[in-house]
């Protein structure tokens, strides 16, 4: 079994940065597809980036796309989430997922383990 645990979210003003990271536990993490979603109150959970096994290929949801980026370091077991130019319509649970088959492109129902979530709130 793999255990996600977020952290790094808060209460930012619009505009600003946030960081969150995911570490995973098991000894397989350099081998999973990562993704981070969230849900806004409300809202169902939207896709908000992932990125492939290697860090090769990162997809992003086009309301983020030039504003986040997901990376990941293998040796940490830890995949990331810079948030930049944050807008209050980013505020919501976020929440980091595992998809342990790696695929390029893992749907919401491919991945297979998900972390708790951790609250990002955007004041404008």
């Known amino acids: 079994q793999v255990q996600l645990v977020e952290s790094g979210g808060g209460l930012v003003q619009a505009g600003g940065s946030l960081r969150l990271s995911c570490v995973a536990s098991g000894r397989t993490f350099s081998s999973y597809s990562m993704g981070w979603f969230r849900q806004a109150p409300g809202k169902e959970r939207e896709i908000v980036a992932a990125?492939?096994?290697?860090?090769?290929?990162?997809t992003y949801a086009d309301s983020v796309q030039g504003r986040f980026t997901i990376s990941r370091d293998n040796a940490k077991n830890t995949v990331y989430l810079q948030m930049n130019s944050l807008k209050p319509e980013d505020t919501a649970v976020y929440y980091c997922?595992?998809?342990?088959?790696?695929?390029?492109?893992?749907?919401?129902?491919?991945?297979?383990?998900w972390g708790q979530g951790t609250q990002v709130t955007v004041s404008s």
């Open positions: 990125i492939i096994w290697s860090g090769g290929t990162t």
């Open positions: 997922a595992a998809d342990k088959d790696g695929l390029a492109y893992p749907r919401e129902n491919d991945y297979d383990y």
